[in-house]
Structure formats: structure tokens, C-alpha cells
């Protein structure tokens, strides 16, 4: 089946500085990719639409500054955190859909702490 | 209102009981129905997926869609410690499917 991996699991970063979430398709190519944030007992927030070989679309109210997406291949989509603040700590989650149907593949996730 | 609403619980049962998740929508486009079950600290993982009204069944696992009051339901038969996970409705319109979560009942099944 469709695999979705995704690192690093989990990462602690200081205020200020900067955080790069992987996420790849080991067996598929996607030519999209999405993006979504976890708050603790919350649902899963689409935060962005990453598109291979072009720029992402953000959902309202998702700095894109902040959260910077690159989709560089068919297998590979990057999030990095800039400027990160303990508000920003929230657990990370990528996803890809191979067939273009309802079958979307997540990642692991991410866990973010910001001290 | 959220466009998906489910009751976080938890909801604890004791093993071999059989369990109903709820879930309720506002969207009428939703035509595409996703429960996913992620464990803690883990990505979700899709369970069941409807298309439309009506029932699909999948081992220990019923899911079932009523269109008309916008409510889907998934039952699980002979529960066990290892179903102990949150479970998250997620319909989609077609187009993309991208799904759109409720923020997932915890279920809790105790030996």
C-alpha cells in the first residue's frame, strides 16, 4: 500500500529559531502533498496544499511566511517553522493521496516543542 | 457551528462490548464518508470509507451513513483493547477529497 513517511518524529527547538519537517512517498510519486496541525485533543487543521514544482496554497489565517513550503520533487515536500514560538508547539502532519481517490495517506507526525 | 462534530469522549467499554461512534456534519456536498483511527502520537490511519447513504460492513466493523439528517455512525463488534484509539469522521465532497476531520471520539476498551 501507499507509505507516507515523515521526519523527525519528534523535535525540541528554541524560540527563534527555525524547524524542517520531511515528509516523502516511499512508493508513489504525489504531485500533491498537504499539511496539517494537531492541536492536543483537537482535529486535524488543513494548514496548506503543497504542489510539486510550484507555490502552496494556504488555508485562511495560515501565515505563509511563517510556515514555509517547499515541494521540490514528486516524492518530497519540506515544512519549515521559521521564527518558531512556543505557540507553534502542536504535532505536525503530512498526507498524500496516490490514487487520486478518498485513500489519503498520513505520515506519522511530527511533534513540535518550542521553548 | 463546525463543519464536523463528534463527541471527544473518552468512551471507556469493557472488551467484547460493542461500541457506536457518532458523528455529525452541516455540509450537505459531502458525498464521501472516512472514519480513521489514529493511536496516540501517531499519524491516522484511513478504517472505512462509504460512499452515500447506507452500510458497509468490514469484519468487526459497521459503518453507516444517513445522509438525510447528515449522521454517520461507525459500530464495532467484539471490541478490544488493541481498538483503544481515536476515531475521526471525515467526509469530503468529491473533486479532491480532501477530507475534512471532527475531532475524533477517544474510545478506551479495558480487559
Known amino acids: 500500500g501507499a507509505v507516507v513517511s515523515q521526519h523527525p518524529s519528534w523535535v525540541i527547538c528554541k524560540s527563534g529559531t527555525s524547524v524542517k519537517i520531511e515528509c516523502r512517498s516511499l512508493d508513489f510519486q504525489a504531485t500533491t502533498m498537504f499539511w496539517y496541525r494537531q492541536f492536543p485533543k483537537q482535529s486535524l487543521m488543513l494548514m496548506a496544499t503543497?504542489?510539486?514544482?510550484?507555490?502552496?496554497?494556504?488555508e485562511q489565517g495560515v501565515e505563509k511566511d511563517k510556515f514555509l513550503i517547499n515541494h521540490a520533487s514528486l516524492t518530497l515536500s519540506t515544512l519549515t517553522v521559521t521564527s518558531a514560538h512556543p505557540e507553534d508547539s502542536s504535532f505536525y502532519i503530512c498526507?498524500?493521496?496516490?490514487?487520486?481517490?478518498?485513500?489519503?495517506?498520513f505520515g506519522s507526525g511530527t511533534r513540535l516543542t518550542v521553548v | 457551528q463546525k463543519e464536523v462534530e463528534q463527541d471527544p469522549g473518552p468512551l471507556s467499554v469493557p472488551e467484547g462490548a460493542i461500541v457506536s461512534l457518532n458523528c455529525t456534519y452541516s455540509n450537505s456536498a459531502f458525498q464521501y464518508f472516512m472514519w480513521y483511527r489514529q493511536y496516540s502520537r501517531k499519524g491516522p490511519e484511513l478504517l472505512m470509507y462509504t460512499y452515500s447513504s447506507g452500510n458497509k460492513e468490514d469484519g468487526r466493523f459497521t459503518a453507516q451513513v444517513d445522509k438525510s439528517s447528515k449522521y454517520i455512525s461507525l459500530f464495532i463488534r467484539d471490541s478490544q483493547p488493541s481498538d483503544s484509539a481515536t476515531y475521526l469522521c471525515a467526509p469530503s465532497s468529491g473533486g479532491s477529497y480532501i477530507p475534512t476531520f471532527g475531532r475524533g471520539t477517544s474510545l478506551i476498551v479495558h480487559p
Open positions: 498526507s498524500a493521496n496516490r490514487d487520486n481517490n478518498y485513500g489519503y495517506t
Open positions: 503543497s504542489n510539486e514544482g510550484s507555490k502552496a496554497t494556504y
